[in-house]
């Protein structure tokens, strides 16, 4: 079975988050929506601040309801998750869905050790012994790759290492064995053996569990290696998604031009500098109807300051008012890179 005459798991639709400030609601997330298949890896990949881990906590429930308003439609299995009480969106969250947070460290309770935390996500949503869940909990340390689980499991937070957290965190979110797993920068602030580490065992739980994994990340290297589906995510929009093949060999949107940009070759001569994205993202108070990206994008015209059209090519789609004929011109201009002398 291919992957597109898989069912579907979740489906994103027209979801908008705004949070309450002195100035009234000011919106963080404008419109989002994507759809994972069983199985599928999902990538989201933006700059910090776009609003990729804004849009997963608010479709999981993680929100302050009292100051966030959240709108738009969410479907888990055909279930409309968003407008469950919070005792059933519990019952969801952990079991069906498990979540891999950015920081291990504010994720584990540091006066627990890590097996009676994971040990306590099985009792949670399974009938079963303390006994039994410690053993489930031991199990699954050994399968994240922790050396001796036996004695790692009786261990605090503060007596492991960052990778060694990660991958406690790992081994809770899997407890469940979630048909969907949401990693939200698994691999931030870990060093590059860790960091290859963790990307296979997610390659390999999706392979021996048939998990969907939706990965936040704004690395594109990790994307290219491990998705396959990307949306690139900026000022609170998806700007640019599609099959993660076609949206590096052809990236449509000027922005995911500048993060492919930022990439250093492995091959070829070497180059004078790197190309960088002027700016800063801007925050979403200062973000109107039109183009977020237009403030940095050297292509930018007066109907950028509408909203832009979106633009479909096969599988791939951006938000971007320039035409198919000028697009390639300005692309292979754009990444072009010099190279030294």
């Not at 055909?78 to 994720?107: C, F, N, V, W, Y």
């Given at each position: 079975?291919?992957?597109?005459?898989?069912?579907?798991?979740?489906?994103?639709?027209?979801?908008?988050?705004?949070?309450?400030?002195?100035?009234?609601?000011?919106r963080?997330?404008?419109?989002?929506?994507?759809s994972?298949?069983?199985?599928?890896?999902?990538?989201?990949?933006?700059?910090?601040?776009?609003?990729?881990?804004?849009?997963?906590?608010?479709l999981?429930g993680?929100?302050?309801a009292?100051?966030?308003?959240?709108?738009?439609?969410?479907?888990?299995?055909?279930?409309?998750?968003?407008?469950?009480?919070?005792?059933?969106?519990?019952?969801?969250?952990?079991?069906d869905?498990?979540?891999?947070?950015?920081?291990?460290?504010?994720?584990?309770?540091p006066?627990?050790?890590?097996?009676?935390?994971?040990?306590?996500?099985?009792?949670?949503?399974?009938?079963?012994?303390?006994?039994?869940?410690?053993?489930?909990?031991?199990?699954?340390?050994?399968e994240?790759?922790?050396?001796?689980?036996?004695?790692?499991?009786?261990r605090?937070?503060?007596?492991?290492?960052?990778?060694?957290?990660?991958?406690?965190?790992?081994?809770?979110?899997?407890?469940?064995?979630?048909?969907?797993?949401?990693?939200?920068?698994?691999?931030?602030?870990?060093?590059?053996?860790?960091q290859?580490?963790?990307?296979?065992?997610?390659?390999?739980?999706?392979?021996?569990?048939?998990?969907?994994?939706?990965?936040?990340?704004?690395?594109?290297?990790?994307?290219?290696?491990?998705?396959?589906?990307?949306?690139?995510m900026?000022?609170?929009?998806?700007?640019?998604?599609?099959?993660?093949?076609?949206?590096?060999?052809?990236?449509?949107?000027?922005?995911?031009?500048g993060?492919?940009?930022?990439?250093?070759?492995?091959?070829?001569?070497?180059?004078?500098?790197?190309?960088?994205?002027?700016g800063?993202?801007?925050?979403?108070?200062?973000?109107d109807?039109?183009?977020?990206?237009?403030?940095?994008?050297?292509?930018?015209?007066?109907?950028?300051?509408?909203?832009?059209?979106?633009?479909?090519?096969?599988?791939?789609?951006?938000?971007?008012?320039?035409?198919?004929?000028?697009?390639?011109?300005?692309?292979?201009?754009?990444?072009?890179?010099?190279?030294?002398?």
């Amino acid at each position: 079975m291919t992957m597109a005459e898989k069912p579907m798991l979740l489906d994103v639709n027209g979801l908008s988050v705004s949070f309450a400030t002195d100035r009234g609601f000011v919106r963080a997330v404008r419109d989002v929506s994507f759809s994972v298949r069983e199985g599928e890896i999902l990538s989201i990949v933006g700059e910090s601040g776009s609003g990729k881990s804004v849009t997963l906590l608010s479709l999981l429930g993680l929100h302050d309801a009292k100051t966030t308003r959240v709108d738009g439609t969410v479907s888990f299995r055909g279930q409309r998750i968003l407008e469950l009480p919070a005792s059933r969106m519990r019952r969801i969250r952990g079991k069906d869905i498990g979540l891999i947070s950015q920081d291990p460290m504010t994720a584990l309770t540091p006066v627990y050790t890590i097996g009676w935390q994971i040990a306590e996500q099985i009792r949670a949503h399974e009938a079963i012994s303390a006994r039994a869940a410690r053993l489930r909990a031991i199990e699954l340390l050994g399968e994240v790759g922790l050396s001796n689980p036996g004695e790692a499991v009786d261990r605090y937070p503060h007596q492991l290492s960052g990778g060694m957290r990660q991958r406690a965190v790992i081994a809770m979110a899997l407890s469940c064995n979630p048909a969907l797993l949401v990693a939200d920068e698994p691999t931030t602030a870990l060093d590059v053996t860790v960091q290859a580490q963790v990307l296979d065992l997610l390659l390999r739980l999706r392979k021996d569990f048939g998990s969907a994994i939706i990965l936040i990340t704004h690395d594109m290297g990790v994307v290219s290696e491990v998705a396959d589906q990307v949306a690139v995510m900026y000022a609170g929009r998806i700007v640019e998604r599609g099959p993660t093949e076609a949206v590096f060999a052809n990236p449509l949107h000027p922005y995911t031009w500048g993060l492919m940009g930022s990439i250093p070759p492995l091959t070829g001569p070497r180059l004078a500098r790197l190309r960088s994205i002027p700016g800063m993202p801007p925050t979403p108070d200062r973000i109107d109807d039109g183009c977020g990206f237009a403030p940095r994008c050297r292509f930018a015209r007066p109907d950028c300051a509408r909203h832009p059209p979106l633009h479909r090519l096969g599988s791939q789609s951006a938000l971007c008012v320039l035409d198919p004929a000028e697009r390639v011109a300005l692309r292979e201009n754009e990444l072009t890179l010099e190279t030294e002398a």
